[in-house]
């Protein structure tokens, strides 16, 4: 009995194995009307599935970079109220120089020129030149006074940049004036802070205009690059130490377009060239500006340091481009950053220009980046 109820228990056939599990199911609705769903990851590996993922990374790369604390300083107000507008401007007044740097920066390097209010005009002028070249997203405009921090920052973001204290926005100095002397002055305190933060740095004076590129003469790895002052002419293949002192026991190099790498040598001179400042201030009686104290500081470190002039050629004095006809024709094609000095007055400087097609707001004004001013 036993045996057979062991039997019976043995031949009693066993519940049939559960049914898979479909790795894809149906969905409800897609149950019901008899329609098969395609698998997801079938959808991901299709044309349009690809195009969607795309896109939604496209756009977290466009806009997640801007939320963090730039962000607020580069957006702009909704309300049209003045006041509203005015404190949209006045978040620029706590924008520092290395905000600056950091944000203009391409291959490590900056394009950096200093102005007042009524040198807008220049400035204008000077970045239609530059923009010509592809080279205006590298420069930060170090405004001199509130309304040209505000003003340049209102048309281009984040380019101006205002190292307190500020000045007079009202007047155009005079060379050789001490307000001359003042705003020229902090030019070397400048240009150290850029070097210290790991930049190199082109300075350029407003009161020029660049026909190409500078940056392919920028030759070697030599720690401040500079230009001659004199109007003398110099052979094509020129040497390209610092020259021999003049008749003041120093050289003249121009102040006005200055190239440094962030080297030790290049600090020194900067270090150097606010010494001699604080050595030499402005009188009445010296009327001083930044240059002799900068050619000081290039003759006293000129051991310790790689100098490098650049080619009379290409970065003539305004002194030999404007008043010596013969070396124009004999040097077109080579020349690269005009400089329009040995000239002084405002209305002078852009009278000259205009006489040699240089002066380019005019009919240009679209080409740079502020537009119309």
């Known amino acids: 009995m036993v045996m057979s109820l062991h039997l019976r228990q043995q031949q009693q056939p066993q519940p049939p194995p559960p049914p898979s599990v479909d790795p894809y199911p149906l969905s409800p609705r897609a149950a019901v009307y008899g329609m098969p769903q395609r698998p997801m990851s079938s959808f991901l590996l299709g044309r349009a599935g690809l195009l969607a993922v795309l896109s939604v990374l496209v756009l977290l790369g ?45 291959n490590g390097t900056v394009v950096v020129c200093a102005v007042s209010r009524p ?24 405004a001199e006074d509130y309304a040209t921090l505000y003003e340049v920052n209102r048309r281009w973001p984040g380019h101006a940049v205002l190292v307190p204290p500020a000045t007079d926005s009202q007047t155009a100095h005079k060379f050789g004036s001490q307000g001359f002397f003042n705003f020229t002055s902090r030019r070397p305190r400048h240009l150290l802070h850029i070097l210290e933060l790991g930049y190199s740095v082109m300075y350029n004076d407003v009161d020029m205009v660049w026909l190409s590129d500078p940056f392919p003469y920028l030759k070697g790895k030599h720690d401040v690059y500079f230009t001659d002052d004199m109007a003398a002419v110099k052979p094509l293949n020129h040497p390209h130490d610092l020259p021999p002192p003049g008749k003041k026991g120093r050289t003249y190099i121009c102040s006005c377009m200055i190239f440094l790498r962030p080297t030790r040598g290049s600090k020194e001179v900067m270090r150097s060239w606010i010494e001699e400042l604080q050595n030499q201030p402005w009188s009445v009686k010296r009327k001083s ?39 124009v024709k004999e040097t077109k094609g080579m020349n690269v950053i005009i400089h329009n000095n040995y000239i002084t007055g405002f209305d002078k400087k852009i009278k000259r220009f205009k006489d040699y097609g240089l002066w380019l707001v005019d009919d240009h004004s679209h080409e740079s980046p502020l537009g119309q001013i």
């Open 119 to 142: 040198y807008l005009p220049f400035l204008n002028n000077w970045l239609i030149s530059v923009a010509r070249q592809k080279r205006q997203d590298q420069v930060i405009v170090i």
């Open 62 to 106: 466009v806009f997640l970079p801007w939320s963090g604390p730039m962000a607020a300083l580069f957006s702009s107000s909704s309300s049209s109220h003045l006041g509203a507008a005015h404190g949209s401007l006045s978040r620029w007044k706590d924008y520092t120089l290395a905000q600056a740097a950091t944000f203009a920066a391409r």
């Open 289 to 327: 500006n930044d240059q002799p104290a900068f050619n000081w500081a290039l003759n006293k470190t000129a051991g310790q340091v790689d100098l490098y002039l650049l080619p009379q050629a290409a970065f003539p004095s305004g002194g030999l481009y404007f008043k010596n006809e013969s070396w």
